[in-house]
């Protein structure tokens, strides 16, 4: 798992995935920026101001852990919606910029936070109590992720092994903290399906590759999942 690994290759992750989501971005001409993404009702604008921002919100986080002054990711949810839907309407290349810059500031942070810091207790948007060590993942996880929901050429495939069974984990831990997808099994080639709630008497098999049943559990879409009957809808993880 992501967590298991030391520190420093936990952020070569997250820096990879800055790198691949970069590489999507770039084979995007300015026009294609406001075309459709695997995300509804967002334009591949939304993503990619959402990314930006939320590199900006990881500053605030590591300035927090720095300091020891409160300094929480958003001032609220609806902020952090308003920000992103304000952002969807910058000009391509204004919204290129945001995220070149945001990027390399989240990445100083990273570079110049002290080694004693990484253990400091912030808070993130959903209220967790987290280490700031945490936000290699959050950046990790949202990186590769939102690169594939730009819809160009990225895959889920196109993903580290790691990054893969981390973000199901969380998947999965998401839904039985909140008692959803009870009589789901997800049965991953080459491991022990999982059963969302052993022992549930309806279950709903999900069979594929580790790709393709990460992306049909982060709702994005049923390709290469196969099930008795028609692909149950996932049940929504954030």
Known sequence: MFHDLPLAERLVLARRGTSFFAQQLGELSDDELAGPTLLDGWTRKHVIAHVAYNAAA???LLDWAASGTEIPMYASVQQRNDEISAGATLSAGALRNLFDHTVARLDEKWRHLADSAW???VVTVQGRIVPAAETAWMRAREVWIHAVDLAGTGRFTDLP????TSVLSDIVKAWRTNELGSQLVLDVSGT?????KPG??????????LASIVRWSAGRGAVGVTSPEASPVPPRWL
């Open 161 to 164: 092994a790691v990054v893969l």
């Open 200 to 209: 549930h008497t309806a279950a709903s098999v999900v069979r594929g590759n």
């Open 58 to 60: 990881l500053c605030r």
């Open 192 to 196: 022990p399906p999982i059963a969302i």
């Open 119 to 121: 253990d400091a207790e």
